[in-house]
């Protein structure tokens, strides 16, 4: 299974990565990730990845491309993966057909996962993750047993640095100017499966798994 997972800042995409990767037995792979990932050991790509995250903007294809083309060009990813916040734009999208191409792959879907923008706001603000294991919980729509603890490693829970009302609000914007029209590329390419972001949890993944499996 070779999958994009998209959908707006907040609409569940980290949170279903994690049930899709144990299901199909695919490495998760997303840039937001990767990028925090630099930041935390502080390294040069880290540092520039954080100037543009922090003000909700996208950091340049220049440096993102690159690093997605070696990420997919592991082994772990020869028989499947699941891309999670990348392609962004059009030039990522055209970039990574591109790379696929060459190595005589391609796509089996493009999941949209879709919630309206009105919820997404209260999604971002409550939500807290786990810098340690990477699980995401909810202040009120999924929070862990005990306030500001890790259910599954017990790691001191925080908030992500682009997590403000304002960076979100700047982040939805960015994706309606630059990643939703994404949505009519893969469209065309009869790839494009969408799934209502705006249920519970576990009903969200049902749905997934319909659309994957048809
Ligand atoms: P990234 O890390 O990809 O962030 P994002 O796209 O803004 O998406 P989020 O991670 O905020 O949301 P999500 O959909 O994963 O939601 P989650 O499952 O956590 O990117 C961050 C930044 O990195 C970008 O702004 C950019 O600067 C940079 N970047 C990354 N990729 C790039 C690229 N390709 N090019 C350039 N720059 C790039 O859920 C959110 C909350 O909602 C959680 O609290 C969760 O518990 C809750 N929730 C989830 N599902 C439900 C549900 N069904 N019901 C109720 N609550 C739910
Ligand atoms: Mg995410
Ligand atoms: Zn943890």
Redesign the pocket.
């Known amino acids: 299974m070779k999958l994009l997972i998209m959908?707006?800042?907040?609409?569940?995409?980290?949170?279903?990565?994690v049930n899709i990767r144990e299901y199909y037995n695919i490495p998760h792979i997303?840039?937001?990730?990767i990028?925090?990932a630099n930041l935390k050991g502080q390294t040069k790509l880290g540092l520039l990845?954080k100037t543009?995250?922090d003000k909700?903007?996208?950091?340049?294809?220049s440096v993102?491309i690159d690093l997605?083309k070696d990420r997919l060009s592991q082994p772990d990813c020869k028989e499947g993966f699941l891309l999670?916040?990348?392609?962004?734009?059009l030039e990522?999208a055209k970039a990574l057909d591109e790379f696929l191409k060459s190595r005589n792959e391609s796509l089996d879907a493009v999941l949209d996962?879709d919630v309206k923008p009105e919820v997404l706001i209260d999604?971002?603000v409550?939500?807290?993750?786990c810098p340690t294991c990477g699980a995401?919980?909810?202040i009120k729509?999924?929070p862990p047993k005990v306030e500001g603890v890790c259910d599954k490693c017990g790691g001191k829970l925080i908030q992500?640095n682009?997590?403000t009302y304002e960076t979100a609000e700047n982040?939805l914007k960015?994706?309606d100017n630059q990643t939703a029209p994404l949505l009519d590329y893969y469209k065309n390419q009869h790839l494009l499966k969408t799934v209502n972001?705006?249920?519970?949890?576990a009903k969200?993944f049902e749905d997934i798994k319909k659309v994957l499996t048809k």
């Open positions: 959908g707006r800042p907040g609409a569940g995409k980290g949170t279903q990565a997303s840039t937001g990730d990028f925090r990845a543009y995250m909700g903007l996208l950091v340049p294809d993102t997605v999670d916040g990348f392609p962004r734009n990522q996962i999604r971002i409550g939500r807290r993750v995401t919980f909810h729509n999924n992500r682009d997590d982040r960015v994706y972001g705006d249920q519970d949890f969200v």
